[in-house]
Each structure stands twice: as C-alpha cells, then as structure tokens.
C-alpha cells in the first residue's frame, strides 16, 4: 500500500491540475473578451485582470513542479505576451532543453513572440506543423493559431482566426453556463431525494426477516475475506512499477499518439490491477462451496420488490444523492488540507480529453464508468459488504466496507468523497438486496466525472 501511494506522488497530477487551472482562468477571460460589447467597465476590466493573475501564479506552480517541461514554458510565454510581460527569461529556458519537442517549440516562439515575422511561406507550414503536433489542444494552442497568421502577414485569414477564436469561447461560455445550471438542478434533486429518505421512506433498510436477502450465502469466515484482498493487494503491487512508468510520461503519450491510445492503456491497466479481484473471489470463496457467482454477489436483475427498471432508477436516484453529499465531503476535505485527487487516473483524463476523438470518449467512458462498476462493487459490496453482514449490523457493514473502499484507492486526497460514495453504494445494495443499483449508480458518477472533463477542458 506504502509503495502504491509513493508511486503515486510521481505522477504528475498536480502539475496537469495547475496547467489545466491555468487553461480554464484564461478561457473565462477570452468568453468575457468574446462578450465585450455587453459586459463594460471596470468590473470588466478588474475580473480580466483577475483571471490573467491566476492563469499567472497556477503556470509558475506547475512550472516550479515540471521545470524540464517546453510546453509548460511555452504557455507561460504565449501568456506573458498575451498580457505584455518580457518573455525573454522563460525563452532562453526553452532554448537550453535539449529535446526535439522543445527546439521545435523554440522555433515557433522565436518566430511569433521574439521576431514577430514568419519570413516565408516554408516557416509558414513549418510553424503550422509544430504548433498542431507539438502544442497540446486547448486555449495556448488556439492562441497560436492566430499569432501565426499575424506573423505571417496573412491579414484576411488572421481576421478569419481572430473571429473564430471569440466565436469559439462566445459558444465556451454558453455551454459552461448550460452545465451550471444542469448541475445545480441535479444537486437540487439529490437534496430531494435525501429529504425523501431521511423522512419518508423506513429507517431500517433492512428486517430480520430479510438479512437472508442481503448477507453472504455461506459464512466463509474472516480468513477467506483476508486472502482474496491480500492477493488482490499483491497484484496491484505488482503493477506498480508498470503503473509508474506510464502514468510518468502521459503527457507524452497524450500528445505523440492520441487519447484513444491512452484510453486503451488505461483499460489494460485498470483491468491487470482489479480483474483479478474477481478470480479470486470465485476461486478462494465461492469454488469451495458450489456458490454460483451471480448468486454470491447478489447480482439479481429481479427483487421482490422491483423489477430491472427499478433497480436501475434506484440506482439513478443515488447518483442524484451523491451530488450534493460529495460536493459537501470535498469541501470539508479542503478545510482540512487536501489538495484534491492523487489518483494517476485524474492526470490521464486531463491530459486526454482535450483531444476531440469520438473513440476515445467511448473508451473512457467504458475504462471510468463501466469497468469499475463491475469490478468494485462486485468486491466491496457483493462481497465484502455481504460477509460483513452476517456478523454486523447495516451501519456497521456500511461504515466498514465504505472505510476499505476509500483505503483501497490510496488517494489520501479524496479520502472523504470516496468514503461517502461507497457508503451510499453500500445503502442502496441494503435498500434494493440488488447489486444493480449500486453499480447503475458508480458508473454514473464516474462517467459523469469524465463528462464534466470533457465539458469544461475539452
């Protein structure tokens, strides 16, 4: 666990965090630009400014963090020129790392930012070419896109740039605004729903008469429940070398062969690490003991009570649930210090979703909704929340497996969200003896994670 959690702070999340701070600071200040013949003053003006130093000061922390890196240096000099600061320090940095991706760099920003003049049409498409291969996607990279044109004395076509770049952030801000108020309607319904359960609905989940419904089949005993997470913990330590490895160099990987590239890495990842998990259940638990695996984990598309359709809304009006509960979990978390997700997966996704690739999307929304949907609660709760309540109560049992899952992640920074997310998966499998809603409901909220990505940095 000790290694996993070190291998982790080597991944680079803070310094794609702080880059994608930066990215977003400066979108807002080119939709309020986009916006100019609406919003005057000094109001204006203060927030514009406002933006540039936070843009600012979240660059030089990821600079400080990644000092080696020309993409970096070359947004603080495409930002620096943006707001009429010298650049000459932060291209002299460039010019001594030596690596084709930062000579390439170099090159443009001398062009663009250092002689202002692209002298012929070759260093024309040269820069062109850098700047869509080299420079990841997103406001830095749109910034170029015009500079170059301007550099190039190409007027007609840097005007043509110029307006499709505020039209592009007129359309930003539109779409921010539409998923404001879309989230605020879904946390309104989530209050709503944990208003019903708190005071409508029976405050025991569970009778006596129905324990049957929601514990373990056979008693398989603590020793069993110990061996499948120690030799599910012992994977995951054997992948950490590999997982270091990679989720080191992502930005690279992103950039030099696509996002649907790192989508499918992730997926080989996640499954070498949690896969086995499900192995291992069948074959130390369920094997011994003619259990069927459906049966073991109670994954029932049928209950008593609701049928498939139902089980699924269940699972929807958890995921609503979970909106403002979480919102309230990573507040506190704050309050106490933590700087958010250390989780290598966080640094995938903000480094690939920039990259406009229908394929992709699908696969992430595969690799971070559905794979951990199956996999995690069919051990945390088809398993290790159904052995627990032979011997304990729901609360205990809630509380319990909602701890390990938290733990089980190894992000001390979203300890809390996670401990709240799996103790209402846990409720919701107490409430509906149904693992399908705790699984609609996971992959929801990580799907919906994604979504949020792609919407505000894609």
């Known amino acids: 666990?000790?290694?996993?959690?070190?291998?982790?702070?080597?991944?680079?999340?803070?310094?794609?965090?702080?880059?994608?701070?930066?990215?977003?600071?400066?979108?807002?200040?080119?939709?309020?630009?986009?916006?100019?013949?609406?919003?005057?003053?000094?109001?204006?003006?203060?927030?514009?400014?406002?933006?540039?130093?936070?843009?600012?000061?979240?660059?030089?922390?990821?600079?400080?963090?990644?000092?080696?890196?020309?993409?970096?240096?070359?947004?603080?000099?495409?930002?620096?020129?943006?707001?009429?600061?010298?650049?000459?320090?932060?291209?002299?940095?460039?010019?001594?790392?030596?690596?084709?991706?930062?000579?390439?760099?170099?090159?443009?920003?001398?062009?663009?930012?250092?002689?202002?003049?692209?002298?012929?049409?070759?260093?024309?498409?040269?820069?062109?070419?850098?700047?869509?291969?080299?420079?990841?996607?997103?406001?830095?990279?749109?910034?170029?896109?015009?500079?170059?044109?301007?550099?190039?004395?190409?007027?007609?076509?840097?005007?043509?740039?110029?307006?499709?770049?505020?039209?592009?952030?007129?359309?930003?801000?539109?779409?921010?605004?539409?998923?404001?108020?879309?989230?605020?309607?879904?946390?309104?319904?989530?209050?709503?729903?944990?208003?019903?359960?708190?005071?409508?609905?029976?405050?025991?989940?569970?009778?006596?008469?129905?324990?049957?419904?929601?514990?373990?089949?056979?008693?398989?005993?603590?020793?069993?429940?110990y061996t499948v997470f120690i030799a599910w913990l012992s994977t995951e330590y054997l992948v950490v070398p590999l997982l270091k490895g990679v989720s080191g160099d992502l930005a690279n990987i992103a950039t030099e062969r696509g996002a649907f590239v790192v989508a499918l890495l992730t997926a080989a990842l996640y499954l070498m690490q949690n896969l086995p998990s499900i192995f291992y259940i069948w074959f130390f638990a369920f094997r011994h003991h003619g259990v069927k695996f459906l049966d073991g984990i109670h994954l029932r598309f049928k209950t008593e009570r609701r049928g498939l359709i139902g089980l699924v809304m269940a699972g929807v009006l958890t995921w609503f649930a979970a909106i403002p509960l979480v919102m309230v979990a990573g507040l506190v978390a704050q309050k106490f210090g933590s700087q958010g997700s250390s989780n290598p997966i966080v640094a995938v996704v903000l480094s690939s979703v920039k990259e406009a690739n229908p394929l992709a999307i699908i696969m992430f929304l595969i690799t971070l909704g559905v794979l951990p949907a199956l996999c995690e609660e069919t051990l945390f709760r088809g398993f290790l929340y159904t052995n627990l309540r032979r011997k304990f109560g729901a609360f205990l049992s809630i509380i319990f497996s909602a701890a390990l899952f938290s733990l089980a992640h190894f992000d001390p920074g979203g300890a809390l969200p996670l401990f709240v997310l799996g103790a209402l998966f846990a409720f919701v499998f107490e409430r509906t003896k149904s693992l399908v809603p705790a699984m609609v409901a996971h992959c929801m909220w990580n799907s919906g994670t994604f979504l949020i990505a792609l919407t505000v940095l894609g």
């Not at 070759?122 to 170059?148: C, H, P, R, S």
């Open 1 to 225: 666990m000790y290694t996993t959690i070190e291998a982790r702070k080597g991944a680079g999340n803070e310094v794609f965090v702080e880059s994608d701070k930066a990215e977003m600071s400066l979108r807002m200040t080119s939709s309020f630009v986009s916006l100019k013949e609406l919003l005057k003053g000094n109001q204006f003006e203060d927030q514009l400014a406002k933006c540039y130093v936070e843009a600012g000061a979240a660059l030089d922390k990821a600079i400080k963090l990644a000092p080696e890196s020309s993409i970096l240096l070359t947004k603080r000099i495409i930002l620096d020129s943006e707001t009429s600061q010298p650049i000459k320090k932060d291209l002299e940095k460039i010019h001594k790392i030596d690596t084709p991706k930062a000579k390439n760099l170099a090159k443009v920003c001398d062009w663009i930012y250092a002689k202002k003049k692209i002298g012929s049409e070759v260093e024309y498409k040269e820069a062109v070419k850098i700047i869509k291969t080299e420079m990841t996607a997103g406001w830095f990279q749109d910034v170029l896109n015009v500079q170059v044109e301007k550099a190039a004395g190409h007027k007609k076509k840097y005007e043509k740039e110029l307006s499709n770049f505020l039209e592009h952030y007129k359309i930003y801000l539109i779409k921010l605004a539409l998923f404001m108020v879309t989230a605020a309607i879904c946390g309104f319904v989530g209050v709503i729903v944990i208003i019903v359960q708190l005071f409508m609905l029976p405050r025991k989940p569970t009778s006596d008469a129905e324990r049957a419904e929601i514990m373990a089949p056979v008693p398989f005993g603590g020793r069993v429940v």
